[in-house]
């Protein structure tokens, strides 16, 4: 059973259903059209018991005549062997009979059967039958009646043993050719039916199942032109709709990663070799001012060996910077690190960066500017985390800004958040750099054209681990403007 296809299923059972549904109809049928004979024989014969009292009593002034009473019996069953007559007292029991012996099985009718044929003409009525414990058949009755008074009445079987056992061999071939031949017809539905109509039923299934094969087995191409297929309306769907919708959504999602990760994929590949172009260009000027240094060490002045030195140690700097900027970074992708949150003032952490850049903006003249809003809330985050936000976006500030420039930073109390913008006038950001400013550095990032750096991806890894997110904010001034918000 387990083998079978759903549409084989489906036609077994419905062959099944049919052959249970024939065999039924041909009982209901047979046993219907037996009461509907039973029922016109009595009325037909309901006056034979009584033609038969007055035809011959069978009563005298001296009682029952037991031997004429077997005699007439058997010449009335001779005549007609599908009848038994049967004669009783006045309470039912059996006083005599035409039966072979060993026939009889009870030896007293119920009386109230016969008490509704005499009253009550609705046919059939069903009484006991002497020739059996449990067994009811049609009957005729008549009272008889001596002195006005009735003695007992004349009892008789109309449907008898031999019709009984005549009759179970017809039903039963009755019954065997309605099975035959609802197999036949069953055969033969089961063919056409299960051919054409389950054809039909289980299309839609069988669609989804090509479905299903084809973002299981498939190829990416297979799924995307699965994930293309039109959803169907909200109305009127059956099981079978809603799970072609689920496939189609999950094919949805599934091509929706697959792009996720050739994006990913491709920010990977964009990240490490702009990674390889920020640590190239550190490294090859301090192999070069170092290979100097070695080669000419006996010709150069004190004063270029110091210059030297210094531009060195500043180039390894700028890689130890970088360095330690990746296992930052990769440390924050990775929930390595997990915010220590509290209540702290914002705007005195502010306070705090600033003092670190004053010196950086007075050697290039530039102002620092900050707009707090009175009796702003406090916040519930990271400290460390959020003064190296504050800091990365600052240190980005200054080093964009023209000389002179201007560096702002406003801070203001929106809902249950505090809003943090930082702002300058230099040249702003590229628009070919703004998809991509926060997911991955450019190798324009030391150029005016201010791209994106991992300082700004450490930023928004922090934020998000506070819930929060960086935006760029479009404005008509020149200069880059960038706003977050932390919780109260």
């Not at 900050?370 to 990271?382: F, S, Y």
């Not at 930073?409 to 300058?424: H, M, N, P, T, Y």
């Amino acid at each position: 059973m387990r083998k079978l296809t759903l549409s084989q299923r489906l036609t077994l059972v419905f062959a099944l259903l049919l052959i249970a549904s024939c065999s039924l109809l041909g009982w209901l049928q047979i046993r219907t059209s037996t009461q509907y004979s039973q029922a016109v024989i009595q009325q037909l014969s309901a006056d034979l018991a009584q033609h038969i009292n007055q035809s011959y009593p069978l009563l005298g002034q001296d009682g029952l005549n037991k031997d004429s009473v077997r005699t007439l019996f058997d010449h009335l069953m001779a005549v007609n062997p599908s009848v038994e007559v049967y004669l009783l007292d006045n309470q039912g029991n059996i006083v005599g009979d035409g039966a072979p012996a060993g026939h009889i099985k009870r030896q007293r009718v119920d009386l109230q059967p016969v008490q509704t044929a005499l009253n009550n003409h609705q046919y059939p009525v069903y009484g006991d039958d002497p020739r059996s414990l449990d067994g009811k058949k049609v009957f005729s009755v008549a009272p008889m009646r001596q002195d006005g008074q009735i003695k007992g009445y004349l009892y008789v079987i109309l449907l008898g043993e031999k019709y009984t056992a005549l009759n179970s061999d017809a039903q039963f071939n009755a019954l065997l050719k309605i099975v035959l031949l609802s197999i036949s017809l069953v055969a033969l539905l089961g063919l056409i039916v299960g051919g054409l109509a389950f054809r039909w039923i289980t299309r839609p299934l069988r669609s989804l199942s090509r479905q299903v094969n084809a973002v299981e087995t498939g190829g990416m191409a297979e799924i995307q032109a699965v994930a293309a297929l039109p959803l169907e309306s909200v109305h009127h769907k059956d099981e079978i709709s809603l799970l072609r919708q689920g496939v189609v959504m999950m094919a949805r999602r599934i091509a929706e990663q697959w792009h996720r990760l050739s994006q990913q994929d491709q920010l990977r590949r964009e990240f490490i070799a702009n990674i390889s172009h920020d640590l190239r260009t550190p490294l090859t000027s301090l192999h070069g001012y170092l290979e100097s240094l070695s080669v000419m060490s006996s010709t150069l002045s004190d004063s270029d060996k110091k210059r030297y030195l210094d531009i060195a140690l500043a180039q390894s700097q700028k890689v130890r910077t970088l360095a330690q900027s990746l296992f930052e970074l990769a440390r924050l992708e990775y929930g390595v690190v997990k915010p220590q949150k509290e209540h702290f003032s914002l705007s005195e952490l502010l306070q705090d960066v600033f003092q670190k850049f004053e010196l950086a903006a007075q050697t290039r003249q530039q102002q620092m500017l900050v707009d707090i809003e009175p009796g702003l809330p406090m916040i519930d985050a990271d400290v460390g985390m959020i003064e190296r936000v504050l800091t990365n976006l600052l240190d980005n500030a200054i080093r964009h800004a023209p000389e002179k420039g201007i560096i702002s930073v406003r801070l203001w109390a929106e809902g249950e958040k505090v809003l943090v913008q930082v702002s300058d006038n230099g040249p702003g950001v590229a628009q070919e750099l703004k998809e991509g400013l926060f997911v991955r550095p450019s190798i324009a990032s030391q150029s005016q054209l201010r791209g994106g750096g991992l300082g700004l991806m450490i930023v928004r890894q922090m934020l998000q681990l506070h819930g929060s997110d960086i935006t760029l904010v479009e404005r008509p001034e020149t200069g880059a403007c960038f706003r977050f918000g932390l919780p109260i």
